[in-house]
């Protein structure tokens, strides 16, 4: 079964660097692509990006909103997709998703972590 | 940016009634159209894909249909665990985009 777990700071200040981690178990990153997905408290989703890391290509989309501010990477040897936005305010305050995006199901999410928040304040 | 309007933005049935949910696309996205449930503390689960295409474990009261810019998510007859926040989300065009929602509650 495949698990998705999220992992960051509990609180990022204003002006500082969000920075965080999703530990895939159960699959290997190589055979799918993977998205981040944000969530603010008590609103819609929003898509950030994704990396579509097949093998030895690799390949990342950014949300043109965050582009100028965000990396998202993949470290095959530790099965973990990465997220990095900086400059942030509080309108970065919410819930964090890594999501598996899967050719058998029409490059849908299919699989999601728990999710984690952030809440940006000083 | 292909925006996704999803109406109504809450709807109130009882349980054994039916549910018509409906999204639709500021530009056509053919039929590259997903639809999530999200329960409150829960991560959204993916319903249907590609317009019409139940996901595993999905039960058959749930159906999709449409193509184009118009889709419609059906639960045939609602049970209590249906009563949920629901969104559609398109992968015709990026960036990716996502439905503002309709929360579907108990009446």
């Known amino acids: 079964q495949v698990q998705l777990q999220e992992s960051g700071p509990g609180l990022v200040k204003p002006s500082e660097t969000l920075s965080l981690s999703c530990t895939v178990s159960?699959?290997?990153?190589?055979?799918?692509?993977w998205s981040w997905i944000r969530q603010p408290p008590g609103k819609g989703l929003e898509w950030i990006g994704e990396i579509q890391k097949i093998q030895k290509s690799e390949n990342t989309i950014y949300s043109p909103s965050l582009k100028s501010r965000l990396t998202i990477s993949a470290d095959t040897s530790k099965n973990q997709i990465s997220l990095k936005l900086n400059s942030v305010t509080a309108a970065d305050t919410a819930v964090y998703y890594c999501?598996?995006?899967?050719?058998?199901?029409?490059?849908?999410?299919?699989?999601w972590g728990q999710g984690t928040l952030v809440p940006v304040s000083s | 940016e292909i925006v996704l309007t999803q109406s109504p933005a809450t709807l109130s049935l009882s349980p054994g009634e039916r549910a018509t949910l409906s999204c639709r696309a500021s530009q056509s996205v053919g039929t590259a159209l997903a639809w999530y449930q999200q329960k409150p503390g829960q991560s959204p689960r993916l319903l249907i894909s590609d317009a019409s295409n139940r996901a595993a474990g999905i039960p058959a009261r749930f159906s999709g249909s449409g193509s184009g810019t118009d889709f419609t998510l059906t639960i045939s007859s609602l049970e209590p665990e249906d009563f949920a926040v629901y969104y559609c989300q398109q992968r015709g065009n990026w960036p990716l985009t996502f439905g503002q929602a309709t929360r579907l509650e108990i009446k």
């Open positions: 999501a598996r995006v899967s050719r058998a199901t029409g490059w849908y999410f299919d699989y």
């Open positions: 159960g699959d290997s990153i190589r055979d799918y692509y």
